[in-house]
């Protein structure tokens, strides 16, 4: 009875052992999938590099039928991706899925198949630089801003509730710089060393409502103006909407404006110095902040910032304590309208 017991135990026992090792083993090799470059093998399935809309943390590819993938690699190791012109996304798994359709299995002798080819092992000869991992979702952010739409005429938010000219909006030097969304939002993207990292979004109405964010999965860095070879004047800003304000009330030309989104960070402050760098000679530095104790931080902390860029750098308060420079603006349209504009 004893040995019974004991081989009925063994008996039970061995086949779950086993049956655990398999499916570890099955998920290790989904794993391992998960890490082969999305990249090559988009291309191998007809997937064309898109280099202008290409970076280090993000890749764009189109297929001939249509579909354009934007492709990130996480911390993790593995690759990723969206279809900015469908409803898929996810793994190579989940590719290999929208592009063959199949169970899982299928998907596995596909990628097995192709795990095995020599040619996965070869560098790829489309890319000239290997992806590399993004602190923010790269990917998301390059997906969210593809699917927002230029503004062909002024964003209406920006016309109507916050008086910026549409002469401004559609200067050369604002080209491709504001976008809106599917909900109407003011969307104006951030830009690091890297590229595209983030996007401030920004819409209200004339009940003082308004609404204000930035890109899930994105990052701060500066908002800015297209350079211009006769720019001399380098204007920080504390939004976009700021910017876009001083550049209504003081044009456009010889001005290069950028936007911080809020306070500033370590990353902000280097993106900053960098521009700082790529003004011209005998260029000067306005900080067109609010006029109260918010502004006046936020100037404090890029003035250190860019204390040793060689540039002279200038407080560009609005004359009203309190003020911001979009207060200024609104001021200069209630001659025209009298219908009463929002603050802020």
Not at 142 to 169: C, F, N
Not at 228 to 257: P, Y
């Amino acid at each position: 009875m004893k040995t019974w017991t004991t081989s009925a135990y063994r008996l039970k026992s061995r086949p779950s052992q086993r049956y655990c090792r398999f499916m570890d083993t099955r998920n290790d090799e989904l794993e391992q999938f998960k890490r082969l470059n999305l990249h090559d093998y988009a291309v191998s399935r007809g997937f064309v590099v898109d280099r202008k809309k290409s970076s280090r943390h993000s890749v764009v590819v189109r297929h001939p039928r249509g579909d354009k993938l934007i492709i990130g690699k996480a911390p993790t190791g593995q690759f990723f991706y969206f279809n900015a012109l469908g409803a898929d996304s996810g793994t190579i798994i989940d590719l290999v899925q929208a592009l063959d359709g199949g169970t899982l299995g299928d998907v596995r002798k596909t990628l097995r198949a192709y795990d095995g080819l020599p040619a996965v092992r070869a560098p790829s000869s489309t890319l000239p630089f290997e992806i590399q991992p993004s602190r923010h979702d790269a990917a998301a952010v390059l997906s969210a801003w593809m699917r927002a739409k230029p503004i062909k005429s002024g964003h209406p938010y920006l016309t109507d509730i916050r008086g910026i000219s549409e002469e401004v909006q559609l200067h050369p030097a604002f080209r491709d710089r504001i976008r809106i969304d599917s909900r109407g939002n003011m969307v104006v993207p951030h830009f690091n060393r890297s590229g595209l990292c983030g996007f401030e979004l920004e819409n209200g109405n004339r009940e003082r409502t308004t609404f204000t964010g930035f890109s899930p999965g994105g990052v701060k860095a500066l908002a800015c103006s297209r350079p211009q070879s006769d720019d001399r004047t380098m204007i920080v800003c504390e939004t976009a909407v700021d910017m876009f304000s001083v550049a209504t009330l003081e044009g456009v030309d010889g001005k290069r404006f950028f936007s911080t989104a809020g306070q500033t960070s370590e990353m902000q402050s280097e993106c900053l110095r960098h521009a700082a760098a790529k003004m011209p000679n005998n260029s000067r530095i306005l900080l067109a902040f609010d006029n109260d104790e918010g502004g006046r931080k936020l100037a404090f902390q890029v003035r250190r910032a860019l204390q040793n860029c060689g540039l002279p750098v200038h407080d560009h308060f609005p004359p009203t304590v309190g003020a911001g420079w979009n207060d200024v603006l609104q001021q200069t349209r209630q001659h025209d309208s009298p219908e009463p504009q929002m603050r802020g």
